[in-house]
Nanobody
Framework: QEQLVESGGGLVQPGDSLRLSCVAS????????IGWFRQAPGKEREGVSC????????YYAASVKGRFTISRDNAKNTVYLQMNSLEPEDTAVYYC?????????????WGQGTHVTVSS
């Protein structure tokens, strides 16, 4: 069964860092663009970052550029989202999905996500 499982969320203070993981099973993650999305309470889901298949070009939403870094470890079939200088506005459920970078459409269905709460 093809699936992506997110992990790594938690409760942190403003300015702290977290690294989210997105582990793929049942398919080779490197063959797809993989995006990180987030949904804050009361808001629509939005794209945060994306990494292209193959060469691995990366893209970021303006709100996270310079603070978040997306990367891929093909040996572990995993995509990471390193989040630094976290802000309360980053509080959301974070999801990863196979997608086309620049699109809000995903292949398959949304997973459970991982909760990130940034609060003092």
């Amino acid at each position: 069964q093809e699936q992506l499982v997110e992990s790594g969320g938690g409760l942190v203070q403003p300015g702290d860092s977290l690294r989210l993981s997105c582990v793929a099973s049942g398919f080779t993650l490197d063959l797809y663009d993989i995006g990180w999305f987030r949904q804050a309470p009361g808001k629509e889901r939005e794209g945060v970052s994306c990494i292209r298949s193959g060469a691995g070009s990366t893209y970021y939403a303006a709100s996270v550029k310079g603070r978040f870094t997306i990367s891929r470890d093909n040996a572990k079939n995993t995509v990471y989202l390193q989040m630094n200088s976290l802000e309360p506005e980053d509080t959301a459920v974070y999801y990863c999905a196979a997608t086309r970078c620049g699109s809000s459409l995903i292949f398959g269905s949304w997973g459970q996500g991982t909760h990130v709460t940034v609060s003092s």
